[in-house]
């Protein structure tokens, strides 16, 4: 298993997070990142064969509420929230990457 | 008016009895935050209009016995969602953001007609432990001006601190409200995972997130803590069991004979700086002449490796928390974006700070194909073991202490280069929510002049053990009550 992170990897974790670096980025969150993946890697020294894994801490489990629908109209607040709207619904640029002319 | 020492049971009385209105209460508290803010800076957002008008109609509809808050200023940590009210996470990301509904525990505040003076500092989504992540400035120790406050509560417990309020909302992942608890001399209380609704507490780890009080007493604390607590259905890992009246124990029969307290030699090793060692050590004996009974000869050996299985796993969560932030419903756009593809990347690239990259990055990290088994999976085993070890001690202990952090304040700008000391000022925080135990941190004493807090854990939903010993120690120490000089005479 590689402890080291390269660039070409950082690379990609950041292409699946939705995220982009510049080259003098790469080049900064690279190392703080591998030293931070190599200290992850202490967890390899202890023994973990049969230790069941831990997702939460919490003790309830299939919570129950009664279904009860709620009238809501709060259409103008949210669209406040919103960064583009047009015409009471939330704009986004044109969702085909298309390279002919698009037309808007 | 400072806040530093004022009891909430006197002040509803002084209020009922109308010795003091909430409007001139609330004044008195705006014009601390304006003494002491330009030089602390734990506020993002005053809402101070809104809380005038608020307080004039609480004192025409008079203070009603059974509402301890009515017409008390608080604050609250920006990241806890208030309607109406902008709600930033210190974060780009969210700069104009306004909630269209209330926390529960807002909600619930709202229920005894508190008032909010405003939305305090953080480091951003609450990642980090300085406050220096916050995208808009970084909040000042009020102990030392060129210090940290702490994070990611940092705000809140500045604003406590410099006598601005009572209390104040602070949120805990990993220490959030502990750490700068500890480096403000002030009372920080994380609860029981599950004690206290995270709904409209903006996620980060959400196996981990608590909301809690830093106030200026334990018994301040206690009050605040049950009203905030119990289940709701918008969280349904909130926990429906009956909340305690932690406060009514609180009196002069309170007392700790008796009581046995494990101090875990990785508490206090090599690691732990002499002058905070000091510190607690004097705690505990302290402790001991009360008529506890200290029991050193404890391990927790997987205690070492909190910090990087904590880092696995509550950055995993944020990298999935943080998935919404996509520059579509709400939050940040980048005004250059041309493609759905591109306001997604450059909304996120250009909406969150260094340090949220860092935490989505390891997180996405462990989580992908080929390292989940070795990152993500072997982390929440270790959970499991860390989990044991407190279960293992407990079982025949009331309660666990050691210092809150290794270090008293750091100064500003001497750590924020190296996010891995960073991380590492987590070691003893950190273990505790990977648990979901309580834990507090009380003023014990100071090094060099800058506060040293006591590290109080306990057992699932036994907040009030950890009251009882808290109490006790602050009315038999007068470390609580030293304050920091800071902004105006009295």
């Known amino acids: 298993m590689a402890s080291q992170i390269d660039q070409q990897q950082v690379k990609h974790v950041a292409e699946l997070a939705k995220l982009e670096f510049n080259d003098a980025e790469l080049a900064k969150f690279t190392p703080q990142l591998g030293s931070i993946i190599d200290m992850f890697e202490e967890l390899q020294a202890q023994n973990t064969d049969g230790v069941e894994p831990m997702y939460s801490p919490t003790d309830r489990v299939n919570v129950m509420r009664e279904d009860v629908a709620v009238k809501s109209n709060e259409r103008e607040a949210l669209l406040k929230n919103a960064p583009d709207t047009e015409g009471g619904l939330i704009k986004v640029p044109a969702i085909m990457d298309d390279e002919s002319e698009d037309g808007e | 008016m400072k806040f530093n020492e004022t009891d909430l049971t006197q002040l509803h009385e002084d209020l009922q009895t109308k010795k003091i209105s909430a409007k001139e209460l609330t004044k008195a508290a705006f014009d601390r935050i304006k003494e002491t803010d330009d030089d602390v800076k734990a506020f993002i957002t005053l809402n101070e209009d809104e809380a005038l008008k608020r307080a004039e109609a609480i004192d025409n509809e008079g203070i009603a016995a059974d509402k301890l808050l009515a017409g008390v200023p608080l604050a609250v940590k920006d990241n806890i969602v208030t309607k109406g009210l902008k709600t930033t996470a210190a974060s780009k990301m969210l700069e104009n953001f306004t909630p269209i509904y209330d926390a529960t525990v807002i909600e619930k505040l709202n229920a005894q007609d508190f008032i909010n003076v405003g939305k305090t500092n953080l480091d951003e989504f609450a990642m980090g432990g300085s406050t220096e992540n916050s995208a808009?400035?970084?909040?000042?120790?009020?102990?030392?001006?060129?210090?940290?406050?702490?994070?990611?509560?940092?705000?809140?417990?500045?604003?406590?601190?410099?006598?601005?309020?009572?209390?104040?909302?602070?949120?805990?992942?990993?220490?959030?409200?502990?750490?700068?608890?500890?480096?403000?001399?002030?009372?920080?209380?994380?609860?029981?995972?599950?004690?206290?609704?995270?709904?409209?507490?903006?996620?980060?780890?959400?196996?981990?997130?608590?909301?809690?009080?830093?106030?200026?007493?334990?018994?301040?604390?206690?009050?605040?803590?049950?009203?905030?607590?119990?289940?709701?259905?918008?969280?349904?890992?909130?926990?429906?069991?009956?909340?305690?009246?932690?406060?009514?124990?609180?009196?002069?029969?309170?007392?700790?004979?008796?009581?046995?307290?494990?101090?875990?030699?990785?508490?206090?090793?090599?690691?732990?700086?002499?002058?905070?060692?000091?510190?607690?050590?004097?705690?505990?004996?302290?402790?001991?002449?009360?008529?506890?009974?200290?029991?050193?000869?404890?391990?927790?050996?997987?205690?070492?490796?909190?910090?990087?299985?904590?880092?696995?796993?509550?950055?995993?969560e944020a990298s999935s928390n943080l998935q919404r932030y996509?520059?579509?419903?709400?939050?940040?756009?980048?005004?250059?974006?041309?493609?759905?593809?591109?306001?997604?990347?450059?909304?996120?690239?250009?909406?969150?700070?260094?340090?949220?990259?860092?935490?989505?990055?390891?997180?996405?990290?462990?989580?992908?194909?080929?390292?989940?088994?070795?990152?993500?999976?072997?982390?929440?085993?270790?959970?499991?073991?860390?989990?044991?070890?407190?279960?293992?001690?407990?079982?025949?202990?009331?309660?666990?202490?050691?210092?809150?952090?290794?270090?008293?304040?750091?100064?500003?700008?001497?750590?924020?280069?190296?996010?891995?000391?960073?991380?590492?000022?987590?070691?003893?925080?950190?273990?505790?929510?990977?648990?979901?135990?309580?834990?507090?941190?009380?003023?014990?004493?100071?090094?060099?002049?800058?506060?040293?807090?006591?590290?109080?854990?306990?057992?699932?939903?036994?907040?009030?053990?950890?009251?009882?010993?808290?109490?006790?120690?602050?009315?038999?120490?007068?470390?609580?009550?030293?304050?920091?000089?800071?902004?105006?005479?009295?």
């Open chain 2, 136 to 316: 808009f400035f970084t909040t000042h120790n009020p102990w030392d001006l060129t210090r940290v406050p702490g994070g990611s509560s940092g705000g809140s417990a500045a604003a406590v601190a410099a006598g601005d309020v009572i209390g104040a909302l602070g949120t805990d992942t990993g220490g959030s409200i502990r750490m700068p608890s500890s480096y403000n001399n002030v009372v920080g209380l994380k609860p029981t995972y599950g004690r206290v609704s995270r709904w409209g507490a903006i996620a980060f780890g959400s196996s981990f997130d608590q909301i809690g009080w830093i106030t200026n007493s334990v018994k301040n604390n206690a009050l605040l803590t049950e009203i905030i607590s119990g289940q709701d259905d918008h969280d349904m890992t909130s926990s429906d069991r009956q909340v305690p009246n932690w406060a009514a124990s609180l009196n002069e029969n309170t007392n700790v004979k008796g009581l046995r307290i494990a101090v875990p030699k990785e508490y206090l090793d090599e690691g732990i700086q002499p002058g905070v060692r000091a510190v607690i050590n004097n705690a505990l004996k302290h402790f001991e002449e009360l008529g506890a009974i200290i029991d050193t000869d404890v391990s927790m050996p997987h205690t070492k490796y909190g910090v990087p299985a904590y880092y696995i796993l509550a950055s995993s």
């Open chain 2, 326 to 490: 996509d520059g579509i419903r709400y939050g940040f756009r980048a005004p250059d974006a041309k493609t759905l593809e591109e306001v997604y990347v450059k909304s996120r690239t250009q909406g969150f700070g260094d340090e949220v990259k860092r935490r989505i990055m390891l997180g996405t990290f462990s989580l992908s194909a080929g390292f989940y088994d070795a990152y993500f999976n072997k982390a929440a085993k270790i959970r499991t073991l860390i989990a044991q070890d407190f279960a293992n001690v407990l079982k025949d202990h009331d309660l666990i202490m050691g210092p809150t952090g290794a270090n008293p304040a750091f100064e500003i700008g001497s750590e924020i280069a190296d996010p891995k000391t960073m991380y590492m000022n987590d070691i003893l925080t950190v273990p505790v929510n990977m648990a979901g135990l309580p834990a507090m941190s009380l003023p014990a004493g100071f090094d060099n002049g800058l506060p040293v807090g006591l590290h109080i854990i306990g057992k699932a939903f036994d907040e009030q053990t950890i009251y009882n010993a808290g109490y006790v120690f602050e009315q038999t120490t007068d470390f609580h009550k030293q304050m920091p000089k800071l902004g105006g005479q009295d």
